[in-house]
């Protein structure tokens, strides 16, 4: 069974920066991406970042938050950590972060298995 736990996040000032973290475990996690959607209510989930194959230190970002977000990678304890600066109250949404393919697809519905979201806020 894969499972994806997800810490930090919080509240920022616009401007500010926050990072959301995201570490998998189970058997076939090495063989995946993990990618980074957020969801606003009412809104569908959108993509924010992945990267494009597993591996890959090649990541393609959303048009939204390139340029301000970035992602490392911490292979030893398979955590991920997407750094988000230059905060935007549009940046407000619940991060998810998604894994179950080895290449880093957009769309929600390619990945299988999901973190619990965390809430990101970022005021004016």
């Known amino acids: 069974q894969v499972q994806l736990a997800q810490s930090g996040g919080g509240s920022a000032q616009a401007g500010g920066s926050l990072t959301v973290s995201c570490t998998a475990s189970?058997?076939?996690?090495?063989?995946?991406?993990i990618a980074w959607f957020r969801q606003v209510p009412g809104k569908e989930r959108e993509f924010v970042a992945a990267?494009?194959?597993?591996?890959?230190?090649?990541?393609v970002y959303a048009d939204s938050v390139k340029g301000r977000v970035s992602i490392s990678r911490h292979k030893d304890n398979n955590m991920e950590s997407l750094q988000m600066n230059s905060l935007k109250p549009e940046d407000t949404a619940v991060y998810y972060c998604?894994?179950?393919?080895?290449?880093?697809?957009?769309?929600?519905?390619?990945?299988?298995?999901w973190g619990q979201g965390i809430q990101v806020t970022v005021s004016s």
């Open positions: 189970g058997r076939t996690v090495g063989h995946w991406v």
């Open positions: 990267a494009r194959r597993t591996s890959s230190s090649d990541y």
């Open positions: 998604a894994t179950g393919s080895p290449i880093g697809y957009s769309e929600p519905r390619k990945y299988v298995y």
